[in-house]
Structure formats: C-alpha cells, structure tokens
C-alpha cells in the first residue's frame, strides 16, 4: 500500500513538474507577436538586389508599393553603353495578419560581365530612386564575400552601422551571405527594421539568406509566410516542394542553401537535393548555408535530425565549408579524427542578443558576447576566412585552406 502511495505521489510530481515546465515555455514555442495593422507606400519601397537563379551574374529586383497590382518593370541602364531598356516585372498581392501588400519582382538577365548598371523600379506612376550594382570582370577569378549570421535586429537598432562598416573595411565584397534570422520575427514592422538594416547595402550587392526559425510563424507545425519569398525572390524559381532550398555558382564557388526549419519528410528531400546538386557541381569551392548548427555549441544532442540528414552528404561529397547560424556565439570547429581537415563548420551571429554558452568540446575556435562577421575569400587553389568582431573591428580568427593534391589549413 505504501509503495502504491508513493507511486502515485512520485507521479503526481512528475506531471505537476512537466506541466510548470511546458507552461514556462508555452510563449516560446507558440505564441506569436501580434502584427500592428499597416498600410504600404504609394510609392515603391523595399527594394532589395539579389541573385536570380543558379547563374551567379544574373539578378532579380524585388519591391513593395501599394495594396493592389499595377504595371510594374525595372528602367535599367548599361554605363558602359548608355543603353537603357525595360524590364516587366511580376507581381503578387500578399496578405498577412494586419494588413496587405503588393510584391514585385524582376528578373535581370543576359547582363554584361564587367559592367556597371544603373536601376530604378516603376510601379504604375510612382518610381524608386536610381541604384547601381557592378558585375564582375569575366577574368576575375578571385571571389569574396560578408556573411553574417542571425542579425535580428531590434526596433531602431544598429545593424546598419555595422554592415556598413564591414563592407567599408571589405570594399571588394561583392555580396552578403545571412545565416537565418535576418528577421526578428514575421510582422511588417520587424520587416522594416531588416530593409533599414539593409539600406545602402541590399540595393548594390545581392544578398543571399537562409530561412531562420524567428522567420516562421509559431505553432504545432512552423509556417514561413509567403512573403519571405517573395521578398528574398530567387526561392520562387528554386524550391523543391515547399522547400527555401537554392543554389548559385559564383565564379570558382557555389554556395548551397538549406531551410534547417523544417519537419523530418522535408528534411530528407533536400537531403535528396542537396546531394543531386554537389553530385553535379563542378565548383572549386562548395559552400553550406543552413540556420542550424550540426554540430551545437549547446549540447552534444541538439540539431541531431539536422545532422542526421545533412553530415554525412556534406563530408561524402567535398564540401569545404559550412556557414551556420542561431546560437549566438562565433565558433569553429575544424579538426575531425585528431586532424585538421574540411569542411570546416562555422557558427556566427550579429545580433544584441548574446547567450550563456561556454566553450564547447571539438571546437577550435569560440567567441562570445559580442556582435561578428565573417568575410570569406576564394583565390585559385586558396580559401581564406576571418572573423571579425563588428562592434570593435577585432580580428578573432582567421584560416586559410589551400586545396592541391591534398587539403592544408593554417590558422
């Protein structure tokens, strides 16, 4: 009888415990902030350059302007040439919890290597300011590129600032990588911030992002609004299913982008992409983006479906460096079996949020309490990689590979 009463008692416990546990996390697993009703500019706004598909120098334009759909197109001009042309653009209305708006894309293509343009979009009878962007020379083999983890940035922040002091510290970065969480969370006001975070940067050099968890809308199961798409638009020609999955090739790179986000059957099929897409490429260097660390900096068990899936394609088929996001921190971990070899795993954010987090076992490098970036440097048979804290301009890491007959990397 006694047992009987302690079972029950060590029971009721057990549950009561649980029950204050799931209660305390009910907020982050599924409350949502509410969205403040909003209406969209007249005018267009929210321009934002990016990649267009897996062809490094073509480009897309997407914009926001209004609650209903007009004639819509891109004015561009060759600098070399003077030649000015039009280019239609599409457009869809979209409409979430407290307001709608109507997105826009263009698709730039067939545009000169070594040439400089200049770009303003349309919208009915109201046009955006002229913006420039620069295409490469066809016998520039060297590549570099910024790329930021989860930037999240609050109401009024300074994401701004430091992006634009890395680019002016970097000025041959030719784009911007983001590893997720771009967004501090789904509503038009957070929106604005990330476009205020991009301004002066996203309308000149392509900027290339992941889907981060603060992306989704909470619930049982995620959902990503369409509106990420629509806005980071190279994903509306490029998803597997409902998968933000997409690849580029940039000159003797290709970077391969994952949404970590998702539940167990579409994890397996960007498995299935991933490995079709590395099978086929004929890259130099192969580049990862995903939000989710596969090896955490938390805790030997976290994001184990993520690696599960994605590891052992990564290291079967040659990829040299995998870029990754969501917990706050700058980490590297570089050393596999007791030697140094690729792919080298990378975690960096540059958001104000900064958590516990101690340095963790395997990693040969960690950071944290601070905001950082990474610039990343392709030259022939040599990648090199630095770690910078964007508060400060420090230098906190730095690698190089040299890929020949064998792999060699020197800190």
């Known amino acids: ?112 290597m070594g040439h400089a343009y200049r770009y303003r979009v349309c919208t009915g009878d109201k046009a955006s300011e002229w913006y420039t962007f620069q295409l490469p020379d066809e016998i520039d ?31 041959d970065a030719e784009f911007l990588v983001c590893g997720g969480d771009l967004t501090e969370r789904p509503t038009d006001a957070f929106w ?23 992306e989704y809308l909470k619930g049982v199961i995620g959902q990503l609004e369409r509106r990420f798409s629509l806005i980071h638009s ?24 994952l949404d ?34 596969l090896y955490s900096t938390r805790g030997k068990t976290n994001n184990l479906i993520q690696r599960w899936m994605f590891d052992d394609v990564i290291q079967t088929y040659g990829v040299d460096l995998v870029l990754q996001g969501h917990e706050h921190v700058y980490a590297r971990m570089s050393s596999h079996d007791g030697q140094k070899s690729t792919p080298i795993y990378t975690v960096s954010h540059c958001s104000p949020k900064n958590y516990k987090t101690e340095f963790p076992d395997g990693f040969d490098q960690f950071e944290k309490g601070s905001r950082y970036y990474q610039t990343i440097r392709t030259n022939g048979d040599t990648l090199f990689l630095t770690a910078t804290d964007a508060n400060t301009q420090r230098l906190v890491d730095s690698l190089c590979i040299e890929k020949n007959s064998h792999v060699i990397i020197h800190d």
């Open 1 to 112: 009888m006694k047992k009987k009463v302690i079972g029950k008692w060590t029971l009721f416990v057990v549950v009561g415990a649980l029950i204050v546990w799931c209660a305390t996390r009910w907020n982050v697993w599924f409350h949502n902030s509410e969205e403040a009703p909003y209406v969209p500019s007249e005018v267009p706004t929210r321009v934002l350059l990016t990649f267009g598909d897996e062809d490094g120098m073509n480009r897309n334009v997407s914009w926001m302007c209004d609650t209903a759909l007009h004639e819509a197109w891109v004015e561009l001009e060759d600098e070399n040439t003077h030649i000015l042309e039009r280019v239609g653009a599409t457009g869809e209305v979209f409409e979430s919890r407290s307001g709608k708006a109507a997105y826009y894309v263009a698709r730039l293509r067939g545009l000169e």
């Open 141 to 171: 083999h060297e590549a570099t590129f910024i790329y930021m983890g989860d930037i999240q940035d609050t109401i009024g922040g300074v994401a701004n600032q430091l992006l634009r002091e890395a680019f002016r510290q970097h000025q």
């Open 192 to 214: 604005a911030e990330t476009f205020e975070s991009l301004d002066s940067i996203g309308q000149s050099v392509p900027v290339l992002t992941v889907t981060g968890n603060h």
């Open 234 to 257: 190279y994903f509306l020609d490029s998803m597997v299913g409902e998968n933000q999955v997409f690849t580029v090739r940039y000159k003797e790179m290709q970077l391969f982008c």
């Open 260 to 293: 970590s986000n998702r539940e167990f059957f579409y994890l397996w099929t960007q498995r299935q992409w991933l490995e079709e897409k590395l099978k086929e490429s004929q890259a130099k260097w192969k580049i990862v983006v995903l939000h989710h660390p």
